[in-house]
């Protein structure tokens, strides 16, 4: 069973910066997906950024385009999310998931706090 471990949130004034990992007991190589999703408290859990296996395309939501980054380093069997210019509206828990195969996912981590200042 893989398991995904979720770090690096903390409390960061509007316009600062912070770096998320996500560690997979697995090999992150091995899956076809990995997704940071985020939810804000009263609110659905919502899609970030994904970046896939093959070409290590990457796809964003709108709202963070420009501002996060989401890489993966195999080596370390860890996703990242670099987060930049953060703004209030990006307080939330982030979670990250991770697909075998095009579908659902099969695995999810427990999630990091990240909550911004004005």
């Given at each position: 069973?893989?398991q995904?471990?979720?770090?690096?949130?903390?409390?960061?004034?509007?316009?600062g910066?912070?770096?998320?990992?996500?560690?997979?007991?697995?090999?992150?190589?091995?899956?076809?997906?990995?997704?940071?999703?985020?939810?804000?408290?009263?609110?659905?859990?919502?899609?970030?950024?994904?970046i896939?296996?093959?070409?290590?395309?990457?796809?964003?939501?709108?709202?963070?385009?420009?501002?996060?980054?989401?890489?993966?380093?195999?080596?370390?069997?860890?996703?990242?999310?670099?987060?930049?210019?953060?703004?209030?509206?990006?307080?939330?828990?982030?979670?990250?998931?991770?697909?075998?195969?095009?579908?659902?996912?099969?695995?999810w981590?427990?999630?990091?706090q990240?909550t911004?200042?004005?």
């Open positions: 069973q893989v995904l471990v979720e770090s690096g949130g903390g409390l960061v004034q509007a316009g910066s912070l770096r998320l990992s996500c560690v997979a007991s697995g090999r992150t190589s091995s899956f076809y997906a990995m997704t940071w999703f985020r939810q804000a408290p009263g609110k659905e859990r919502e899609f970030v950024a994904t896939w296996r093959v070409s290590e395309t990457t796809a964003y939501t709108d709202s963070v385009k420009g501002r996060f980054t989401i890489s993966r380093d195999n080596a370390k069997n860890t996703l990242y999310l670099q987060m930049n210019m953060l703004k209030p509206e990006d307080t939330a828990v982030y979670y990250c998931g991770a697909q075998i195969k095009p579908g659902t996912f099969d695995f981590g427990q999630g990091t990240v911004v200042s004005s």
